[in-house]
C-alpha cells in the first residue's frame, strides 16, 4: 500500500535551517507530482510547495518563497525540503504527499528561541 | 488563487444521522481534482475522495462525494462514532493548491 514517511523535523532557532525527507513506497514515485503541506498547531492545513515528475516545474506558496527549495531524488522515492531563514510562524506539522492524494504522518518543525 | 469555503463550520450530529458538508470554490474547478479528507486530533488528514466522487481505497461507502463547478459535497449516510472530526476540501487543478478552512463534524 501507499506510504510516506517523513523524518527530519525538530527544534530550531529563529534563522536557522532544516532539511527535511519523506521516502515514498507502494507506487510508482517518479510518475507522480509531489508536494508539502503544513499545519501550525491549531491551525487549517496549508499547501508549501510542488514539484512535477521530473523535477522541472517547482512552485512555492508566498510563504516561503525564496527561504524554502523542494526537490526530489526519483532514484531513492524520495522528496525533500530544504528549509532555511526560519521564523517562528514556519512552526507547524509538514507532511509530504501526492496533491489531492495521499499524505504521510508528518514530522514536526518548531521554531523558537 | 482560488478560494475554497467550506460550510458550516460546525456540524452538530448524533450517531446514525446524514451528514452533508459544502464546499464551495471562489472559481471552477476540474472535477478530476476535488478531493476531500477527514483529519482526527494528533493525527495526518486521511484521504477520503478523490476526483470529487471517487472513494479512496479502504473508505466505507457511506461516504460520498458530488459536484461540479464551485460547488462540491461530501455526505456521510449514517454517522458512525469515529466519523466525528474535521473534514478538508482541497483543489489541485490550479496552483496554489488550495484548503478549505475545515468542517468540523462533532457529536450532538
Known amino acids: 500500500q501507499v506510504q510516506l514517511v517523513e523524518s527530519g523535523g525538530g527544534l530550531v532557532k529563529p534563522g536557522g535551517s532544516l532539511r527535511l525527507s519523506c521516502v515514498a513506497s507502494?507506487?510508482?514515485?517518479?510518475?507522480?507530482?509531489m508536494s508539502w503541506i503544513r499545519q501550525a498547531p491549531g491551525k487549517g492545513l496549508e499547501w508549501v510547495s510542488y514539484i512535477t515528475n521530473g523535477g522541472d516545474t517547482i512552485y512555492y506558496a508566498d510563504s516561503v518563497k525564496g527561504r524554502f527549495t523542494i526537490s526530489r531524488d526519483d532514484a531513492k522515492n524520495s522528496l525533500y525540503l530544504q528549509m532555511t531563514s526560519l521564523r517562528a510562524d514556519d512552526t507547524a506539522v509538514y507532511y509530504c504527499g501526492v496533491p489531492g492524494g495521499y499524505w504521510g504522518q508528518g514530522t514536526l518543525v518548531t521554531v523558537s528561541s | 488563487e482560488i478560494v475554497l469555503t467550506q460550510s458550516p463550520g460546525t456540524l452538530s450530529l448524533s450517531p446514525g444521522e446524514r451528514g452533508t458538508l459544502s464546499c464551495r470554490t471562489s472559481?471552477?474547478?476540474?472535477?478530476?481534482?476535488l478531493a476531500w479528507y477527514q483529519q482526527k486530533p494528533g493525527q495526518a488528514p486521511r484521504l477520503l475522495i478523490y476526483?470529487?466522487?471517487n472513494r479512496a481505497a479502504g473508505i466505507p461507502d457511506r461516504f460520498s462525494g458530488s459536484g461540479s463547478g464551485t460547488d462540491f459535497t461530501l455526505t456521510i449516510s449514517r454517522l458512525e462514532p469515529e466519523d466525528f472530526a474535521v473534514y478538508y476540501c482541497?483543489?489541485?487543478?490550479?496552483?496554489?493548491?488550495?484548503f478549505g478552512q475545515g468542517t468540523k463534524v462533532e457529536i450532538k
Open positions: 476526483g470529487t466522487s
Open positions: 472559481q471552477s474547478v476540474r472535477s478530476n481534482s
Open positions: 507502494g507506487f510508482t514515485f517518479s510518475d507522480f507530482y
Open positions: 482541497q483543489q489541485c487543478g490550479r496552483l496554489p493548491f488550495t
